[in-house]
């Protein structure tokens, strides 16, 4: 069984930074693929960013890139989101998720079998 635990969320300003952390535990190949989602209130869940175990590529939604950046590290089985520049439209309940493989399809949550409890990032104006 592969648990997800996040960190890092919490309130900041327009313009600021925060630092998000997931933590998996159980078969590392569960971890594969590992992504950020989030969701605002009324709205549905959004892809934010992926990335690949062992140095593999990352991609990003278009409303993040240039401003956060995703990483991990594989030994420790943990991905991190890095965000920059935050804006109040960036205030969203942010999620992890993990799942097997390396397959097209990773920007649509259904194609993943692990997710965290999720961390609220709030970003006033």
């Known amino acids: 069984q592969v648990q997800l635990v996040e960190s890092g969320g919490g309130l900041v300003q327009t313009g600021g930074s925060l630092r998000l952390s997931c933590a998996a535990s159980?078969?590392?190949?569960?971890?594969?693929?590992m992504s950020w989602f989030r969701q605002a209130p009324g709205k549905e869940r959004e892809f934010v960013s992926t990335i690949f175990r062992s140095g593999g590529s990352s991609y990003y939604a278009d409303s993040v890139k240039g401003r956060f950046t995703i990483s991990r590290e594989d030994a420790k089985n943990t991905v991190y989101l890095q965000m920059n520049s935050l804006k109040p439209e960036d205030t969203a309940v942010y999620y992890c998720?993990?799942?097997?493989?390396?397959?097209?399809?990773?920007?649509?949550?259904?194609?993943?079998?692990?997710w965290g409890q999720g961390t609220q990032v709030t970003v006033s104006s």
């Open positions: 159980g078969p590392t190949f569960s971890s594969d693929t």
């Open positions: 998720a993990a799942r097997k493989g390396y397959g097209s399809g990773f920007r649509r949550d259904y194609e993943y079998a692990y």
